[in-house]
């Protein structure tokens, strides 16, 4: 990793980082939407460093926050997201060796659909949703998370549906992405896959999601919840048309 590469990570997740203290999410969308974009590092390698930094994050925001986590609905998402998580591991490996332009496209796909549902405030319930509909969701997210580390659209849209507070939304999501990034940096090691060379110089980061969290508790951005949802619409939208039409492109065998 060239020390421009290493700047650009650090600037990209420092951004994410922020992002996600705010909204409670799209560290991970962030990442690897301008990860696939730049080509800064493989998607493989890639899911493997946001997941060792989403956990970071995730820590650091619960040191104060754990007391607001929706405990019930919390177990509900784990129970279906942690096997998913080993499906959507083993989707990875089967299309990162041959098929890199079908995973770029998903990615993208992923990240498109995501801010389209970023981009429009869900209808609250006039009531909790069903335990179901939890375990439906949380099967989602973990199929998602063990593909590219990115559990957050189905978790973000079902939670903030929910009659409870936006505070105990955000500290609850936060941790399931946290106990998503135990299971699969697991998972990695188990497996042999960890990553190789250069890409460690990822965990350089560290230090600037601290920092990026630290700051975005301490002096929010002076702008309307709104404003802050729309940006993040709008860059992530980018990445994902960005992202994915090259590689469709190519799959329809116009290059």
Known sequence: MSLLTLIGFLVLTGAAAYAQTLTGFAFGLI??????????LSLPEAAMIVSVLTLVNATQMLLKGWR???WREFRLVMIASIPMLFVGYALLETLAGTQADWLRAILGGVIIISSLQLAKKPEPLARPSRNVSFLFFGGIAGLMGGMFSTAGPPLV?????????????RETLVTVFALN??????????????????????????????????AARRWPPPLAAVTMRRIVFALLFLSGVSLSAPAVVHLAGFT
């Open 181 to 214: 990034a135990v299971f699969r940096i697991g998972l990695v090691g188990l497996s042999g896959d960890l990553p190789t060379g250069s890409a460690w110089f990822g965990l350089l980061a560290i230090p600037v999601v601290m920092a990026a969290t630290y």
């Open 157 to 169: 849209y079902h939670f903030y549906r929910q009659p409870m507070p936006l505070l105990k939304i």
């Open 68 to 70: 607001d986590v929706a």
């Open 31 to 40: 990442t690897m939407g301008g990860i696939g974009l730049t080509g800064l």
